[in-house]
């Protein structure tokens, strides 16, 4: 079983900026990917950024320019810096892993942004 670990979530105003980290371990055959999503109170779950082993990235138009997203091999650990928040980046973030196993998709369990003045 893969665990996710995730940290860094908090309370900030608007126009300050947050970085999460997100912290893999168990029994991770290989990554092929690694992202985030967020869910806003009474919103659908939507993807915020994604990198895979290769260091291609995508990103949401709606953070695309704010947020990067990176991550350290080594330690397993992807990172998403968000800069310029928003109201509207109020949400719980969600780190995933894609296993090149075919093992699915691991998830941690969230991490609240809160972005208000």
């Known amino acids: 079983q893969v665990q996710l670990v995730e940290s860094g979530g908090g309370l900030v105003q608007p126009g300050g900026s947050l970085r999460l980290s997100c912290a893999a371990s168990?029994?991770?055959?290989?990554?092929?990917?690694m992202g985030w999503y967020r869910q806003a109170p009474g919103k659908l779950r939507e993807s915020v950024a994604t990198?895979?082993?290769?260091?291609?990235?995508n990103y949401a138009d709606s953070v695309k320019g704010r947020f990067t997203i990176s991550r350290d091999h080594a330690k397993n650990t992807v990172y998403l810096q968000m800069n310029s928040l928003k109201p509207e980046d109020t949400a719980v973030y969600y780190c995933?892993?894609?296993?090149?196993?075919?093992?699915?998709?691991?998830w941690g369990q969230g991490t609240q942004v809160t972005v208000s003045s």
């Open positions: 168990g029994s991770i055959f290989g990554i092929a990917a």
């Open positions: 995933y892993l894609d296993d090149a196993s075919l093992a699915g998709r691991s």
């Open positions: 990198i895979t082993r290769g260091g291609s990235t």
